[in-house]
């Protein structure tokens, strides 16, 4: 009679085990950053897929917090958000500044909430970086991010306006 009740305790410590270790999982998926962020529409296209495995462990001094979605990462508790896979946007006003041969376009009209959102110009797909004010410097997150997202192909490039001419 003895072996029954072993075996079930040995049972119920295996089924306790899992259990526990599926809650940290869930409750560690549910509190990401990137839980919640939705990833762009051509987020698993092979383009975007093949940069995640260059993501940076640090961006601006900050540390990456755990890639989600396909083609979505965020570093510094979700401070800094990289989204790939948008729709490449046509010709703007919208300042844009080259760095280190990537073009990105301050979307002006969407930086709110204390967040500036940049977007690649000129490649394909796009890709979108928000900033949380006051987490990191702009320019120090632009130099890290254009590394990763210097192999997207590049079709167009930023003109001032005084390099139009006029009719």
């Not at 003895?2 to 899992?18: C, L, N, Q, S, Y």
């Not at 979505?72 to 280190?100: M, S």
């Amino acid at each position: 009679m003895k072996r029954p009740i072993r075996r079930r305790k040995v049972i119920f410590g295996i089924t306790g085990a899992v259990l526990a270790l599926s809650a940290v999982l869930v409750v560690r998926e549910v509190t990401s950053p990137a839980s919640g962020i939705e990833p762009a529409g051509h987020a698993t296209s092979a383009a975007c897929t093949g940069l995640e495995d260059g993501y940076l462990g640090q961006v601006g001094g900050k540390d990456l917090d755990r890639s989600g979605p396909p083609g979505v990462a965020t570093w510094g508790d979700g401070d800094i958000v990289w989204r790939c896979g948008l729709t490449p946007i046509p010709p703007t006003g919208d300042p844009c500044v080259n760095v280190n041969g990537v073009d990105w376009v301050l979307q002006e009209d969407r930086s709110t909430g204390g967040r500036k959102t940049l977007l690649t110009y000129g490649r394909t797909p796009a890709v979108e970086v928000t900033v949380q004010d006051g987490a990191a410097a702009i320019d120090g997150v632009l130099v890290d991010i254009s590394r990763m997202a210097k192999p997207l192909r590049k079709y167009s490039k930023c003109i001032a306006v005084s390099d139009v001419q006029a009719p």
